[in-house]
């Protein structure tokens, strides 16, 4: 488990993802518990329960893990949110969108002061605005896919 925790966390810090937080994520996603307190995630990962606290924070604003507390209990858990693949995505087409945004502006605005935009930045346009396309088809695919090969269906909430 630790080698994929690793592993995982340095995939997830090269898409952006703070590091410590990118460990508690791949930890909680593959943790032989479906929830995990910040001592039980601390001595998993043999960081500081502050370093962990930090972390979860960061993970839930993000939306991709929940803070609960069972009655009775002394301690928040947390767990991975089920549909923390399509917040990631969400963020994707959000980004992309941006991207569209700016780039568009970008042409204009070059267009209008320098009579000539360079291919780059035209094909950089064109680009985000055939990702744009296509991201809501695909993550109708994501939902199909899921229901037919897990079982599962996604939350009303973020679908």
């Given amino acids: 488990m630790r080698w994929f925790v690793e592993q995982f966390a340095l995939l997830l810090a090269d898409s952006g993802l703070p590091r410590m937080a990118a460990r508690v994520f791949a930890y ?3 943790g032989d518990r479906e929830k995990h307190t910040v001592g039980q995630v601390a001595a998993g990962l043999g960081m500081s329960p502050a370093a962990v606290s930090g972390a979860v924070r960061h ?3 993000a939306g991709l893990v929940i803070k ?3 009655p009775g ?3 928040d858990s947390y767990r991975v949110y089920e549909d923390a693949w399509q917040v990631i995505a969400v963020r994707t087409v959000d980004s992309v969108d941006r991207a569209v945004d700016v780039l568009s502006a970008s042409v204009e605005r070059l267009d209008q002061e320098t009579a000539a ?3 780059g930045v035209r094909e950089a346009l064109e680009f985000y605005r055939f990702w744009s396309g296509e991201l809501p088809a695909t993550m109708e695919r994501w939902r199909e ?3 037919t090969v897990l079982g599962r269906q996604t939350s009303a909430a973020r679908a």
């Fill in 28 to 30: 909680l996603l593959a």
């Fill in 117 to 119: 935009v360079s291919d």
């Fill in 68 to 70: 609960d507390r069972e």
């Fill in 59 to 61: 993970l839930s604003q």
């Fill in 73 to 75: 209990a002394s301690a």
């Fill in 145 to 147: 896919h899921r229901r």
